[in-house]
Each structure stands twice: as structure tokens, then as C-alpha cells.
């Protein structure tokens, strides 16, 4: 079904609610296609769909909705089908939506629900956001040592309903210690009386709950890995990070790193669901600040007023210049923050890098220094086509080492490096350029420094 058919048959069943006919668009639709018409809908008749719906296609759906909008339909929900839907949501996204609840709403929902859930729901709830252990599930499959490959085979077979993935299985000794892992394809290949603990992999990799969720994202892209193991202080297992949220990992983080890169904290939400006051609040700091940095570009310009009185024709190369330097610092820092988000570079690497930036600004200064020479004697005669290709080469070279460096100078000092922003790299460069240039203009051309 496509996504009309999709909004077209919901809108039906709004109308004239039918449990058949959500079954037939059940088995036609993907859960994801039904939660991105649903989204469309007013919150009333998504509440009024998902009564509809059977309690596990309900919670398919749910865990589909964009965040904002699952808050507000948990919200809308009746107490006692809010608990069943906690029940059947994962265990990660059961504690991320837990999280985002009002407390009042929470402290009606953890009395309805066993001991053991309340447990794992504050347990999971308890990590910070930006850690491993905000984004692990507790729904894995666990193995002990002694057990046969055919009883091994069993077990899964009985955990397998309430597990996130059964394609890796997590050996544990008595003190739930990580010992190992073993595949399912591993179990079933192997002949059924031989015990697990001897063809299980000992010392599998690891992240631990308190570390950075970007760590768990990068060792999984490393290591190609289905899902990875997290452990706490004393080597006990206490959750995996499967695959596709190691990817939601990745997706966040670029999108974080995005919005530092153009001088923008994190949305909290998509471009969509963001109001007019939340985007003004996001941009308007560090535009307001780098306004005042600009005035430092303005006082050089009024400082070699003289110069430019003398030989206008310098005001015409003037924003071809500048915008060139912030243009190669961008694009440096760019590459860097990437590089070192990624873990391709690290803070040794600095001065190696340094060394090849300084060959690679050079020819592309020298490249765009050529380009802008002909320009410089069409519109000023040779002298100006020297100062302006000098100053090409120097601003292309600055906003290159620059940007290269701002990124390792942030990390050196435990910050992030992707707030090294194509706008403040921008400015910085625009100060040097209008320095450098009316500086070597002053020099080249005869001028008397001004202010002697």
C-alpha cells in the first residue's frame, strides 16, 4: 500500500472503527508506513486508532512516531493502556519514553507494572542521555557455559519471544560475569552434546554502561558487529546495543555535529517539528557574538583608510579575498571534526597533519592566486594583481592551518571539536584578511603606513 492508501483507509477507520480491517492494513503496510500517516492525524484519532489496533502492532507502531509525538499520545492515553503498551515496547525505548513522561504520569504507570519492570525501566532510566547505558536494551539472549549446543538451542527457542536479537547469544557464569559469545549459527553447527563453553569466543568486546553512546556506535561500525555487550565496573553483562541503535547512534551524532559546525546548539527536535521562537533561540547567540567579531574587520578597514582612498580599485578584490579564506578554513575544518569524530585522526596526529595541510593550502593558494591574477591587472594594473595574489595565497593558507587546528586545540582542551564553526572560522579569517591585505597593499604600493 502506498502512503495515500495508507491515510485513506486510517481516515476509514476512524469513522467506523474495525479490528478486521486494521488487520488487513496490518498485513499490506509496514508499521513504519502506518506510523508516518499516522502522524499526519490529530492526536485524538491516534489515540483512537491505536485502541483499534491489536496491543502488538500497537506497540510496533508507537515505537515508529517521531518522540514529540509519542509523548503526546502517551499523554492522551488511558492509564491502563499506557501500562500495556509499556509492557510491550523494548525495554531502551520503554526508558527513553519514561524519561520524557511528566512525573506525575509516571508515578501512575510504575505501580501497574511487576516488580521487575518497574526495576529495569529506573534501572535504564538512570543513565544519562549521552551515555551507553541510555541506549542499551535489556532484552538479550544469555547462555551458560555448562549447557549443551541442543539445550543451548532450546533455551534460545524459549527466550527468543522476548529477546531483541537471538542471532548472538551472551555466555554468562553464575555471577552473570560476560565469559563469551556464541552465534546461533555456531549452536547450530555444532554437534548437539558439545558443551557451549567449549566453542564459545572468550573475551568478546565490550563497552561499558557509563561510556560516551558515540564509543558503543564506533566499535560496532570497527568490529561489524550484530550488537555489542555492555558491562558495568565488574565485568557483569547488563545490555547489548544492537545494530540499528548503534545507526540511530550515528545519525544523532552527525546531526548534533552539524548543527555545531553552523554555530547552532541541538535542536532537540526535527527542522519540522521545530517552533519559530526554539529556532531563533538555536541561532541567535553566536550570530549576536559574531557580530562583534566583525567589528574587528570593520576597525581594519577604517584603520587603512587611506590606502583604499589612494587605490580604490583594492575595494573590488576585497569580499573575493576574505570569503576565499573562510571558505579553505570551512572545508578544513570539516574534514578535521569528521576525522576526529570518526576516530581517523587523533591528537598525535597533529603535527603530521599540520605539515600536509601546509602543502595542500599552498598549492591551492598559489592555484587561486594564478586565478585572481589576471583579474588584478585587468582592473588595477600589475602592482595591484601582485598584492592581490600575495594576499590569496596567505588568506587561503591562514584559514587552511586554521581550520585544521581549531578542531585539535578544542579536543586538547576536553571540548568538542565540532563547535571549531564554519562561522566562527569565517570571521576569524575575514579579521586576518583585511590585515593582510591592506597591509601588504601599504607595502607594495609606496603607501605611508598610516598612523606614522
Do not use: C
Request: hydrophobic share 50%; no cysteine; proline share 4%.
Amino acid at each position: 500500500m502506498n502512503d495515500l492508501e495508507i491515510v485513506f483507509t486510517l481516515k476509514a477507520l476512524i469513522a467506523t472503527p474495525d479490528t478486521a480491517t486494521f488487520e488487513v492494513l496490518e498485513r499490506n503496510a509496514h508499521p513504519a508506513d502506518i506510523a508516518a500517516a499516522l502522524a499526519q492525524l490529530s492526536i485524538a484519532d491516534q489515540v483512537r486508532l491505536l485502541q483499534t489496533a491489536s496491543i502488538e502492532l500497537r506497540a510496533e507502531i508507537f515505537g515508529y512516531l517521531p518522540e514529540e509525538q509519542q509523548l503526546l499520545v502517551a499523554e492522551a492515553l488511558p492509564r491502563s493502556m499506557l501500562t500495556t503498551l509499556f509492557l510491550q515496547m523494548a525495554p531502551d525505548e520503554r526508558a527513553d519514553l519514561y524519561n520524557r513522561l511528566p512525573e506525575e504520569r509516571r508515578e501512575t504507570i510504575l505501580p501497574a507494572l511487576a516488580q521487575a519492570e518497574r526495576e529495569d525501566i529506573r534501572r535504564l532510566a538512570a543513565y544519562p542521555e549521552t551515555t551507553v547505558g541510555a541506549v542499551m536494551t535489556s532484552d538479550y539472549a544469555s547462555l551458560r557455559a555448562e549447557l549443551t549446543a541442543a539445550a543451548a538451542l532450546n533455551e534460545l527457542r524459549r527466550i527468543a519471544p522476548d529477546a531483541e536479537t537471538i542471532y548472538q547469544a551472551y555466555v554468562i557464569d553464575e555471577h552473570r560475569h560476560l565469559i563469551g559469545t556464541v552465534s546461533l549459527r555456531e549452536l547450530i553447527l555444532a554437534a548437539p552434546n558439545k558443551l557451549v563453553g567449549d566453542f564459545m569466543r572468550p573475551d568478546p568486546i565490550t563497552v561499558h554502561a557509563d561510556a560516551p553512546r558515540e564509543e558503543a556506535a564506533r566499535l560496532v561500525a570497527d568490529y561489524d558487529l550484530l550488537a555489542l555487550p555492555v558491562v558495568n565496573d565488574n565485568n557483569m553483562l547488563v545490555g547489548i546495543v544492537t545494530y540499528d541503535d548503534a545507526r540511530d547512534i550515528e545519525q544523532l551524532e552527525t546531526d548534533i555535529d552539524f548543527h555545531k559546525v553552523g554555530a547552532i546548539s541541538d535542536l532537540g527536535k526535527t527542522m519540522k517539528e521545530a517552533s519559530i521562537w526554539l529556532l531563533y533561540r538555536k541561532r541567535v547567540f553566536w550570530l549576536v557574538l559574531l557580530v562583534f567579531g566583525n567589528l574587528f574587520s570593520g576597525a581594519g578597514i577604517a584603520y587603512f583608510e587611506d590606502t583604499i582612498a589612494a587605490y580604490v580599485a583594492l575595494v573590488f578584490f576585497l569580499p573575493l579575498l576574505i570569503d576565499s579564506g573562510g571558505n579553505a578554513g570551512s572545508q578544513s575544518a570539516t574534514l578535521m571534526v569528521r576525522a576526529l569524530a570518526t576516530g581517523d585522526v587523533v591528537m598525535r596526529d597533529w603535527a603530521g597533519m599540520l605539515l600536509r595541510e601546509i602543502v595542500v593550502a599552498g598549492l591551492l593558494g598559489a592555484t587561486m592566486a594564478l586565478a585572481v591574477s589576471g583579474l588584478g591587472i585587468w582592473r588595477g594594473g600589475e602592482e595591484i594583481a601582485i598584492v592581490v595574489s600575495l594576499t590569496m595565497m596567505i588568506v587561503v593558507l591562514f584559514g587552511s592551518l586554521v581550520g585544521m587546528s581549531l578542531p585539535f586545540l578544542l579536543s586538547k582542551f576536553k571540548l568538542d571539536p565540532a563547535a571549531a564553526s564554519a562561522p566562527l572560522i569565517t570571521s576569524i579569517a575575514d579579521i586576518a584578511g583585511v590585515l593582510v591585505y591592506f597591509a601588504l597593499a601599504t607595502a607594495l604600493l609606496d603607501l605611508p603606513v598610516p598612523g606614522v
